[in-house]
């Protein structure tokens, strides 16, 4: 499938989990694709090495999301690569502390916001020169947005924040013909989620699930690539639940 042929993506947190996925599953349908990474410069080499190897087109692209002038550089680097046009950006880059209301600290709360919601929101700011009618992005929620899962309060907070985002992004931008939509995983078997490696975390990851395995993030991939691509022209504003059926 080509259908993203000729159009340029931008992936945070694209060296690892769903990040990668997503990276691996846009330059797959044609799209040349820029694979954002914070610390993880080799892990994200390598990634844009297996695009290429597949015959696409991709760059490693480096930001400190959690810096307050994080993706003011990164949309900066953005426009010098693709130049006045960005066709898909997704903005899957974020970090999780699992810790009770009495353990959570100041500093664990700022980054987390920093990361999972400062940045999304002022890099879709900074590239909104570039974003065009036909553009596309996608915004990275959570099933602790919707469902009580673990000991995650201001983690969840962050992708509730993201949910109210999608919204608003999309009524702002869709008079210019951009499309703005979320998906909003479960647990996935990642590094973020690597509880999933017990014998208790599965159970329990399983137990909330109708459909009974642990997800890939090839699982999110899919979803966002569909977002992304012309088959989803007639969505804009959704966060659509990619969590195999968890706590229904």
């Known amino acids: ?117 400062r940045a999304p929101f002022f890099l879709v700011q900074q590239l909104l020169p570039i974003l065009h009618e036909g553009s596309s992005v996608v915004l990275v929620s959570s099933l602790a947005a919707h469902a009580v899962v673990g000991t995650l309060p201001a983690y969840a907070a962050t992708k509730g924040a993201i949910d109210t985002l999608v919204k608003h992004f999309a009524v702002a931008l869709g008079a210019r013909g951009v499309r703005v939509n979320a998906v909003a995983p479960g647990v996935v078997g990642t590094e973020m989620s690597s509880f999933t490696k017990t014998d208790a975390g599965r159970d329990y990851t399983l137990g909330m699930q109708t459909l009974k395995r642990i997800a890939e993030p090839d699982d999110i991939a899919g979803a966002v690539a569909f977002l992304a691509s012309p088959d989803a022209r007639w969505i804009i504003g959704e966060t659509i639940h990619v969590d195999g059926g968890s706590k229904l």
């Open 1 to 117: 499938m080509t259908d993203l042929k000729g159009k340029t993506a931008l992936v945070t947190g694209a060296s690892r989990g769903i990040g990668r996925a997503s990276a691996l599953a846009l330059a797959a349908r044609g799209a040349q694709v820029l694979v954002h990474y914070g610390q993880s410069a080799k892990e994200a080499e390598a990634v844009v090495a297996e695009i290429r190897k597949n015959g696409g087109r991709a760059d490693a692209i480096g930001a400190d999301l959690g810096a307050p002038d994080g993706p003011h550089q990164l949309a900066a680097r953005v426009r010098g690569i693709v130049g006045d046009r960005l066709d898909i950006l997704v903005a899957n880059a974020g970090v999780a502390k699992s810790a009770v209301i009495e353990e959570t600290t100041v500093e664990d709360f700022d980054r987390l916001f920093a990361v999972n919601v």
